[in-house]
């Protein structure tokens, strides 16, 4: 089993800056390591937003985000992030961490409960 945690939500105003962290335990993430970012704005489809690998591949699925936000890992703490700048009310959603096998990650098998980022315009 793998358990992922996140934090760091909030709410901010437009412009300004999060950053969340997914915090990984249990034995098996040794095995399901590559971690992704998605988020779930409400009435909307989950979208990837980032993921990174074991070995420091990162793969973005915007280019809006790509330009703003940055993921990153630190594989002795088991955690990763995503620091996340110029924010805007169109990135309001619930964000989820998910940890998966393979890269690119065709199945995420463990997630997070997520945190809520509200960006006021």
């Known amino acids: 089993q793998v358990q992922l945690v996140e934090s760091g939500g909030g709410l901010v105003q437009t412009g300004g800056s999060l950053r969340l962290s997914c915090a990984a335990s249990?034995?098996?993430?040794?095995?399901?390591?590559?971690v992704g970012w998605f988020r779930q704005a409400p009435g909307k489809e989950r979208e990837f937003v980032a993921a990174?690998?074991?070995?420091?591949?990162?793969?973005y699925g915007t280019d809006s985000v790509k330009v703003r936000f940055t993921i990153s890992r630190d594989n002795a703490k088991k955690t990763v992030s995503l620091q996340m700048n110029s924010l805007k009310p169109e990135d309001t959603a619930v964000y989820y961490c998910?940890?998966?096998?393979?890269?690119?990650?065709?199945?995420?098998?463990?997630w997070g409960q997520g945190t809520q980022v509200t960006v006021s315009s």
């Open positions: 998910a940890a998966g096998t393979g890269w690119p990650v065709r199945n995420y098998a463990y």
């Open positions: 249990g034995r098996t993430f040794d095995t399901y390591n590559n």
């Open positions: 990174v690998s074991r070995g420091g591949y990162i793969t």
